[in-house]
């Protein structure tokens, strides 16, 4: 039988998560950079031109679903990594929390931010 | 049957003469990792100025005198953001790269070509972050 070197679970389910993220956020990583340097211009930013952006639902969409994978994958990733350096027991368990909290607050955080733009009130905080 | 190998520390850095390309790629994949989750923090932070900006007066944001335009444009005129800049796409088309890598070794192809195509990626990785350096550098002021 093969080997196996991974520091994944056999058959779990964030080792499969980490790799159906990945497949999207080559895609949408590269289209985000593409449009906002090359298509675009950084230095050339304004607040209407990103707003105009985010009010087309099928935009907004897609930054929303961008963060939420790019969180989960980039989060995922550093337990993993941490896990390969030996993280093991009431550290281990400590540190998911602690990753699961701040993977929580970005998100928030983001949504507002788009929210803000797309001219979005759900709640009051939000 | 399964069996298990004794790796040594698998994070010994003092071996480095020792590391395969493999090796290499993976701890590329790492550190470039490390560095796109931070800039992702960091991204969402500088972004949220977004949130006082929409409270501004119609007449500001017309004039772009808002918060958000004016925190990205005062970033966007230093040198040093944008050779950061030109650093993270070169981080980022790195990772993307490996990580098609190793998403088709994951499925089984490719396997006896992951030496090539690592330094596949690091030529071209080393070639797109050349090649936009004018773009990245367009009307900054030194």
């Known amino acids: 039988m093969a080997e196996r070197y991974s520091s994944f679970e056999k058959g779990g389910r964030r080792w499969l998560l980490q790799r159906v993220t990945a497949a999207f956020l080559i ?31 099928i935009y907004y969409s897609l930054m929303v679903l961008f963060l ?6 980039g989060v995922n990733g550093v337990y993993n990594a941490l896990v390969n350096m030996g993280l093991t027991g009431a550290r281990k368990r400590a540190m998911k929390a602690a990753l699961s909290v701040a993977s929580l607050l970005l998100i928030v955080q ?17 | 049957m399964s069996q298990s190998y004794n790796r040594g520390r698998i994070e010994d850095f003092g071996r480095w003469r020792e590391f395969s390309a493999g090796m290499w790629a993976w701890i590329f994949h790492k550190f470039t990792g490390w560095v796109l989750i931070g800039y992702l923090f960091t991204h969402i932070a500088v972004l949220s100025t ?22 990205i444009r005062a970033l966007e005129s230093l040198l040093v953001v944008r050779i950061l800049e030109v650093g993270l796409l070169a981080v980022a088309v790195f990772h993307i790269l490996n990580g098609i890598r ?17 330094y596949a990626s690091l ?8 090649a936009s350096v004018p773009t990245f550098l367009a009307g900054v002021t030194f």
């Open chain 1, 110 to 126: 983001g949504l507002r931010t788009a929210n803000a733009w797309a001219g979005i009130d759900l709640l009051p905080i939000i």
């Open chain 2, 102 to 118: 190793l998403l088709l070794v994951d499925l089984g192809i490719g396997l006896e070509a992951q030496d090539r195509s690592f």
């Open chain 1, 27 to 57: 895609v949408v990583l590269a289209f985000h950079f593409f449009l906002l340097h090359f298509v675009n211009h950084a230095n050339e930013v304004t607040f209407q031109m990103s707003a105009g952006r985010m009010q087309q639902w």
């Open chain 1, 68 to 73: 939420i994978t790019a969180t989960f994958h």
């Open chain 2, 123 to 130: 030529v071209l990785t080393g070639v797109i972050a050349v």
């Open chain 2, 50 to 71: 977004a949130l006082t900006a929409a409270n501004a007066d119609p007449s500001t944001i017309a004039a772009h005198n808002d918060v958000y335009t004016q925190t």
